[in-house]
């Protein structure tokens, strides 16, 4: 697992919204998450702990194919060339609806069904 740092973590945290990417046996799904979400339940450990509300695809892709890529972006970094620097997470999750994880998500978001974990594997800045 690796640890979000350096400029990603502040690009993760400046982030409004975050783009998730499962393969499901009929191709690619995407869905999104509002970043302040993600960031609520902090950046300390090595596995990101998401709410669920949906996400019912998400979840029936993880059950066959545990990889998954997060995409972050935001203007309030400076990137390489211009305002605007981004940062993509990969690795595996899966959803859990009980246990240590899903109760500190339900503290927080009471109408989370159930929590995303995500192990980064890999951390790479984007722009």
Aim: aromatic share 6%; glycine share 12%; charged share 30%.
């Amino acid at each position: 697992m690796k640890k979000i740092e350096g400029v990603c973590r502040e690009v993760v945290e400046k982030s409004e919204w975050v783009a998730i990417a499962t393969a499901g046996s009929d191709g690619p799904h995407v869905v999104a998450t509002w970043g302040d979400y993600l960031n609520r339940m902090g950046l300390d450990g090595e596995t990101l702990r998401i709410p669920v509300g949906g996400m019912r695809k998400t979840e029936a892709n993880l059950r066959n194919d545990p990889r998954v890529e997060l995409l972050f972006g935001t203007r309030q970094v400076r990137g390489n060339h211009s305002s605007g620097k981004g940062c993509s997470i990969t690795g595996r999750a899966e959803m859990r609806a009980e246990g240590p994880d899903f109760e500190a998500v339900k503290a927080t978001f009471p109408w989370a069904r159930a929590v995303l974990l995500v192990r980064p594997e890999k951390i790479e800045p984007q722009l």
